[in-house]
């Protein structure tokens, strides 16, 4: 067998993890080694309990390695060591590297701009509006959106940056071919063909809830800046953010509401000297680039256009608060406000309450 799939093996073996493969890297040189070891060797370590000693001794069958390998083929599913060209350069400067990733589509480019976006699960509709923008804009400019596709703020990241037209990646605390939860089934399959489904974690192995912290460390190490829209005071985002902090990346946040505890885990990141974010340029600008120019600052605005249009926010305003802000009747708001929609200037978060469309 290749060297590759003796990496496949061992990252495949089940209990065994990170902690047990650099253990077992300290007694023998490859995983080579390990799997020609014979029961004496095991028998010295220490270290490593009995059980899985066992589960490495019982899962050394070539056949078995061979015909498991060729099922990823099968599968549209790819296996890469952290000893093989192309496995993602920034990953190995985690000091808890995985050995081997899984992943279907493709693996984020080294040498463009990573950019993770994450949050709460149970966030507010302003916080899935700002991440669905923020990873529109940045994918628009060339930028690889990193998030975890759970619910909340990271599928709203997956799905801004699809419509984005750029590239964005998923890193799962499952198997690779495990869509969890299931009803972004939609948003994972798009996502194999504009960007990628990432786990270190082989076929078939469940989202078990001591499986996410780890999966952070991927999120972080692939990325160059974090950006965390939306977190309680205990939320998993801010685990990954520290982590990123100790890697040496990039930490972003939205400002929320002194009283919303929705965005305590933000505010506290500012004042800890994360960079405080409320557009995208903002981040842009870190990095120097700019944002392309979009095709709706060509079209010129009358006079009611700018008075309605300076008068919303991302926090979406009823129809008649507009109106008692710019002191005109309804009568007159309604037709601005429809050309602005048509411009693709504002939208409406929902009946009757519009936002800006940045």
Request: charged share 25%; hydrophobic share 40%.
């Amino acid at each position: 067998m290749s060297m590759e799939l003796y990496w496949f093996w061992l990252c495949m073996v089940p209990g065994i993890g990170i902690k047990t493969i650099d253990k077992l890297m300290r007694y023998f040189n490859t995983p080579r080694d390990v799997f020609d070891a014979d029961r004496q060797q095991f028998e010295r370590i220490q270290d490593i309990d009995n059980a899985k000693k066992l589960a490495i001794l019982n899962s050394r069958d070539r056949y078995i390695v061979e015909r498991d390998y060729h099922k990823l083929a099968e599968r549209n599913i790819h296996f890469i060591s952290y000893e093989t060209s192309g496995f993602p350069r920034k990953l190995t400067h985690l000091p808890d590297m995985p050995k081997g990733i899984f992943y279907q589509g493709k693996l984020p480019k080294d040498d463009q701009l990573s950019i993770a976006i994450i949050g709460a699960r149970n966030c507010t509709s302003y916080g899935r509006e700002l991440a669905g923008d923020f990873a529109k804009q940045l994918a628009a400019n060339d930028i690889q959106v990193i998030s975890g596709l759970a619910r909340g703020i990271d599928i709203s990241a997956h799905r801004g940056a699809l419509l984005g037209g750029g590239d964005t990646f998923g890193v799962l605390g499952c198997g690779v071919n495990v869509c969890y939860p299931r009803e972004h089934i939609e948003v994972f399959e798009s996502m194999k063909s504009a960007g990628g489904i990432i786990s270190e974690y082989g076929m078939g192995v469940s989202p078990d809830a001591w499986r996410f912290p780890m999966r952070n460390r991927i999120i972080s190490g692939l990325s160059d800046g974090i950006f965390i829209v939306e977190a309680g005071a205990r939320s998993g985002a801010l685990i990954t953010a520290y982590m990123g902090l100790e890697q040496g990346k990039d930490i972003f946040a939205l400002p929320g509401r002194a009283m919303d505890a929705s965005s305590e885990g933000c505010n506290d990141l500012i004042k800890a000297g994360a960079k405080m974010v409320t557009e995208p340029g903002e981040i842009l600008e870190e990095y120097h680039t700019k944002i392309k120019k979009n095709k709706k600052s060509k079209i010129r605005l009358d006079k009611f256009e700018k008075l309605v249009y300076s008068s919303l926010c991302l926090i979406p305003k009823n129809i008649d608060e507009v109106a008692d802000d710019v002191k005109l009747d309804i009568s007159q708001i309604i037709p601005v406000l429809l050309s602005l929609e048509l411009k693709g200037y504002v939208k409406q978060a929902a009946r009757n309450h519009y936002i800006i469309n940045i």
